[in-house]
């Protein structure tokens, strides 16, 4: 709550926040610095400011200890886990209700001030960052499981849930919720962004998993979509259009999601490889020889040596395969033993795998602690993530190409994906206030992420696009269909308050 996480700290003055309309940060430079060279930010001057009228409307709705304008807390939501400078909104909310959601936006709305939805803070793309300042609307309170139906495996629950709360929630009932991004997500920050993760390539998406949401639009209307059904042909998809929108068309309050049966075995394995080229062509036959692999994770040499410094496993130096295996105790064993054969084929290694249930947390914790652990190869660095995704056939050359431009320009940056769908992600990591390389980065990002779009690929394959990835819009999408997102965009939201910066918004040519 606004209330505890307060330190006694004074609250900021709008005058210290700097946000006229909001177009500075807290360390006093122009939000437009941090674009990435993508001229976004235009109409500042348009919007108004968070004055004390509109705290006294605010803490009418949420109470007075449910909206802080402390700077401890304004930094908080202004930041994700990315290198992306924080940029603070200028007063944060705590609602608990759909209906407080409803009036926040109508409070913020009738004086013209920015709205930007904030889940967890795990984005990796500045999707958070009050780049017009604003009202920032926590979802944490609105952290209740309000219905599962175990018989129709699917359930609702509030955006402020995480997937570990919700599977905990569904321990007893014989189903799971998949999707894993790694971190301690949000439901609804996962629907915004479309998340994925681990178990994707068995299990699908964000895309895939949602059913319907319940969400507040720009002019303060309540509406919900989709239904329990598992199919339907009824009606423009609005589900699909505001999952992965990003804040920018709607506020997610409520998500109605799939479920699947927690499997009767699960097995994992480790296989090193004597070459990268190896690893990548285990994962694409293993793909197209259909075996249901629940999990396929790639972790460099780089990336393991991170891995066993951080989480001290003692893994071997070399390109490595992690795998999971759901089904029956029969079928997990047979499906580890095919991808073992596979495996020797490219040069695998020792194929080690295990039904333990300690074991594999041991190892899927691991790896989802890759990105700290890269991280603190570097103490003091920030992390710059590619997050790129091809077609399968087409990821041996792409894994190889980054290896070799990494290698050429001497950067530290180990490389992880969730390669079973083509997705993967280069985590460069560095020195924020080095110039020369972060100029080397980018060269290095950008040339990944054109040859990714050139082979059929994109340039996000479960990050999203924040303010982050604006500039490989166009390359990937035409001019013609930014033209048709900005036109959506002004349509629901014609004073351009939800997220302004970022999806929908308008980038000359």
């Known amino acids: 709550m606004a209330g505890t996480q307060a330190s006694p700290e004074p609250e900021a003055s709008l005058a210290a926040n700097g946000h006229a309309g909001g177009n500075t940060s807290l360390s006093g430079n122009p939000a437009t610095q941090s674009l990435c060279d993508v001229p976004v930010v235009r109409r500042a001057s348009s919007y108004g400011r968070v004055d004390d009228a509109l705290l006294r409307r605010l803490q009418s709705i949420v109470g007075d200890s449910n909206v802080t304008t402390n700077r401890t807390v304004l930094e908080q939501h202004g930041r994700d886990e990315s290198y992306h400078e924080p940029m603070p909104p200028d007063a944060v909310v705590f609602p608990q209700s759909?209906?407080?959601?409803?009036?926040?936006?109508?409070?913020?709305?009738?004086?013209?001030?920015?709205?930007?939805?904030?889940?967890?803070?795990?984005?990796?793309?500045?999707?958070?960052?009050?780049?017009?300042?604003?009202?920032?609307?926590?979802?944490?309170?609105?952290?209740?499981?309000?219905?599962?139906?175990?018989?129709?495996?699917?359930?609702?629950?509030?955006?402020?849930?995480?997937?570990?709360?919700l599977n905990h929630h569904l321990h007893d009932s014989g189903l799971f919720f998949p999707v894993d991004p790694g971190s301690e997500c949000t439901i609804?920050?996962?629907?915004?962004?479309?998340?994925?993760?681990?178990?994707?390539?068995?299990?699908?998406?964000?895309?895939?998993?949602?059913?319907?949401?319940?969400?507040?639009?720009?002019?303060?209307?309540?509406?919900?979509?989709?239904?329990?059904?598992r199919k339907s042909s009824s009606g423009y998809d609005l589900t699909r259009l505001i999952v992965g929108s990003e804040g920018t068309l709607a506020v997610v309050t409520e998500v109605s999601l799939r479920l699947f049966p927690q499997p009767e075995a699960v097995s994992a394995a480790v296989c090193p490889f004597t070459s990268v080229a190896g690893a990548v062509d285990t994962v694409i036959e293993t793909i197209q020889t259909?075996?249901?692999?629940?999990?396929?994770?790639?972790?460099?040499?780089?990336?393991?040596?991170?891995?066993?410094?951080?989480?001290?496993?003692h893994l071997e130096l070399s390109p490595t395969l992690f795998f999971e295996f759901h089904g029956t105790a029969a079928a997990v064993e047979e499906q580890a033993k095919q991808v073992s054969t596979i495996a020797s084929s490219y040069g695998g290694g020792s194929f080690q795998w295990s039904t333990a249930p300690e074991e594999r947390s041991k190892l899927w914790a691991a790896r989802h602690s890759?990105?700290?652990?890269?991280?603190?190869?570097?103490?003091?660095?920030?992390?710059?993530?590619?997050?790129?995704?091809?077609?399968?056939?087409?990821?041996?050359?792409?894994?190889l190409l980054a290896k070799e431009e990494i290698r050429q320009t001497q950067l530290v940056a180990p490389i992880v994906g969730h390669v079973g769908d083509g997705n993967f992600?280069?985590?460069?990591?560095?020195?924020?206030?080095d110039q020369a390389e972060l100029a080397a980065v980018?060269?290095?990002?950008?040339?990944?992420?054109?040859?990714?779009?050139?082979?059929?690929?994109?340039?996000?394959?479960?990050h999203g696009v924040g303010y982050g990835k604006l500039p490989?819009?166009?390359?990937?999408?035409g001019r013609a269909a930014l033209d048709a997102m900005a036109a959506l965009k002004a349509a629901w939201d014609p004073l351009n308050l939800f997220n302004p910066g970022k999806i929908g918004q308008f980038i000359p040519p």
């Not at 407080?100 to 795990?122: D, E, F, K, M």
């Not at 570097?378 to 041996?396: E, Y």
């Not at 992600?425 to 206030?433: E, K």
């Open 98 to 165: 759909t209906h407080h959601v409803q009036q926040l936006v109508a409070a913020c709305a009738a004086r013209r001030v920015p709205i930007i939805p904030y889940g967890a803070g795990t984005s990796l793309e500045g999707h958070v960052a009050a780049l017009c300042g604003g009202v920032s609307i926590d979802l944490s309170q609105l952290s209740q499981v309000l219905e599962v139906h175990a018989e129709d495996m699917d359930c609702r629950v509030q955006a402020g849930v995480t997937r570990q709360q």
């Open 188 to 229: 609804g920050g996962m629907a915004a962004t479309r998340a994925s993760g681990t178990n994707a390539v068995r299990y699908g998406t964000m895309r895939e998993a949602v059913l319907g949401v319940t969400a507040v639009l720009p002019n303060g209307q309540v509406i919900k979509t989709g239904s329990r059904a």
């Open 290 to 313: 259909a075996i249901p692999v629940a999990r396929i994770e790639f972790l460099d040499e780089v990336q393991v040596d991170a891995v066993n410094r951080y989480s001290k496993t």
């Open 370 to 399: 890759a990105y700290y652990a890269a991280l603190a190869l570097r103490p003091n660095s920030k992390g710059l993530l590619a997050d790129v995704c091809v077609p399968i056939s087409r990821l041996t050359e792409l894994v």
């Open 425 to 433: 992600h280069v985590l460069f990591i560095v020195d924020p206030d």
């Open 442 to 462: 980018k060269r290095v990002n950008d040339s990944l992420v054109a040859h990714a779009i050139a082979v059929g690929g994109t340039c996000s394959g479960e």
């Open 472 to 477: 490989f819009l166009e390359s990937e999408h």
